[in-house]
């Protein structure tokens, strides 16, 4: 027989975990963490650099110490978890209200679940070399960056002990410190764009104060070696990104690391038939994190991918409050979902312009609006002294002078309710950048 949970949250990273902490205290306690791994944690379970939890905790923790915070929680409300469990199969009842998940355990055991409502919060994953076309043989040390973490920081191996790193995303830029630090000699990080995908401090702190370089507009054309790799050569992109002949170096290495990006864990959304959007991969959602399946909310990495930790915690427990609501406006008989065309009357649609890539959330509707409201976005290029603009319809709601934007650091603004409604409803809300230096 099916089993009834009114909370299923899939995924015990620290997206879960304050989902959780945040349904259980919001009232909701029949709620089930469904984690594939052996522990709670996620990705931060091999984060054993500190750094994290500056903005929550006012405190510079390792990722493990940091998780162990939420984990604290979880088991001091009992809120329950289940292990070594991975979803398989989501959907929804033929009613179109109940959620049906599908889980396997360790010993192949197959439970379904009736949900109320589901928070995604699957993370997300490395794009691994198949996904980038690099061409050339394919010898063994070749790793993306989080594999080679999970092998140093977990299992207590050294993938190599010559290398070099493509690509300067956050994790490329830690296991470049990580591997210098275990007495390889990283030669360099070569990034194909003009910018790096990393946070400025990360190049600070794991690449300059090692003195390894950052190579931009640089990629991998060539892998060399046939059983391990012995080297790759390297060369300079044009403004297409297309390698420039005669730039070509050649650098001895038996490993290459690849932190060439993210891609939020979304194949179950999908299968649920969960909108999603073309620029993050994460679902769309509105201002209470709910995506176009009423009842279905989703926050941290599978949402869009983070920089910080702590805005991961902050995005989850919101919709862990949200799943909440959800849970006891349906027990009143409030939330019946609605039609398409009701759905989407007096919705305000986010839309981003002139270099803001994607904002989360992109549907506001006001009526649910708290008084404030926490819009993310990330920008397309790299911005120097540049107003961040918001506007209600043609109305200009928001103005901020930005010193410096890279697409590397995720950005944020808080709308207050009444300034986008001040009046009227709009019909959008845009997100722009303006006065740029040509
Ligand atoms: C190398 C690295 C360095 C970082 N450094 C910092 C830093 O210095 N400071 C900082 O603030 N942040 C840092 N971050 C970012 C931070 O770790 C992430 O933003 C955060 O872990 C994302 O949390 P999450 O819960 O969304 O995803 P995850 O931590 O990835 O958790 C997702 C969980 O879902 C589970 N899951 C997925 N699919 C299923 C399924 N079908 N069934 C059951 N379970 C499933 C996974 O096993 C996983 O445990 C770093 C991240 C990395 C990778």
């Not at 052996?38 to 006012?58: A, D, E, V, W, Y």
């Not at 179950?268 to 959602?285: D, E, I, K, N």
């Not at 399946?293 to 926050?299: D, E, M, N, T, W």
């Not at 909440?324 to 406006?329: D, F, G, Q, T």
Request: with cysteine; hydrophobic share 40%; net charge negative.
């Amino acid at each position: 027989m099916n089993k009834h949970v009114s909370i299923l949250i899939i995924g015990g990273g620290p997206a879960g975990l304050a989902a959780g902490v945040a349904a259980h205290k919001a009232g909701v306690h029949d709620i089930l963490i469904v984690e594939r791994d052996i522990r709670l944690g996620g990705i931060l379970n091999q984060c054993i650099h500190n750094g994290f939890g500056l903005h929550t905790f006012k405190e510079e923790l390792t990722g493990p110490e940091y998780a162990d915070r939420y984990i604290k929680q979880v088991e001091e409300l009992k809120v329950p978890y289940r292990l070594a469990t991975i979803v398989t199969d989501l959907k929804l009842s033929d009613d179109g209200h109940t959620k049906i998940v599908t889980t396997m355990d360790e010993e192949g055991g197959l439970t379904v679940y009736e949900a109320d409502a589901v928070v995604l919060a699957m993370g997300c994953r490395e794009r691994a070399r198949g996904a980038l076309n690099i061409p050339g043989e394919r010898p063994a040390g070749i790793y993306t960056a989080g594999t080679a973490q999970y092998f140093v920081n977990l299992e207590g191996r050294m993938p190599g002990r010559e290398v070099v790193i493509l690509g300067s995303g956050d994790i490329g830029l830690i296991m470049a410190r990580r591997m210098t630090l275990e007495g390889a000699s990283v030669k360099l990080v070569a990034e194909l764009q003009p910018y790096s995908g990393g946070l400025k401090r990360n190049i600070v702190q794991c690449l300059d104060d090692y003195g390894i370089p950052l190579m931009l507009s640089h990629t991998v054309v060539k892998i060399h070696g046939e059983k391990r790799l012995t080297g790759v050569t390297i060369a300079e992109v044009d403004d297409h990104l297309s390698p420039i002949p005669g730039t070509e170096q050649y650098y001895d290495c038996d490993t290459l690391l690849l932190s060439c990006g993210l891609l939020p864990e979304n194949e179950l959304s999908g299968q649920l038939g969960v909108t999603l959007s073309p620029v993050t991969s994460g679902a769309v959602v509105n201002e209470s994190l709910e995506t176009s399946i009423p009842g279905v909310f989703s926050c941290g990495n599978v949402l869009h991918v983070h920089d910080l930790v702590d805005y991961v915690s902050e995005e989850a427990s919101a919709a862990g409050n949200h799943a909440a609501e959800y849970i006891k406006e349906i027990s009143e008989g409030v939330n019946v979902p609605d039609s398409d065309d009701k759905a989407a009357e007096g919705r305000v649609i986010v839309v981003t312009d002139g270099g803001v890539r994607y904002s989360v959330p992109s549907i506001l509707r006001p009526d649910h609006m708290a008084d404030l409201t926490t819009i993310r976005f990330r920008v397309g290029a790299v911005f120097k002294d540049v107003d961040v603009v918001t506007y209600a319809d043609d109305r200009e709601v928001m103005r901020i002078h930005k010193r410096v934007m890279a697409p590397g650091e995720m950005e944020q603004t808080v709308l207050r309710k009444t300034d986008l409604l001040k009046e009227g409803t709009p019909s959008t809300y845009r997100i722009t950048i303006e006065n740029k230096q040509s």
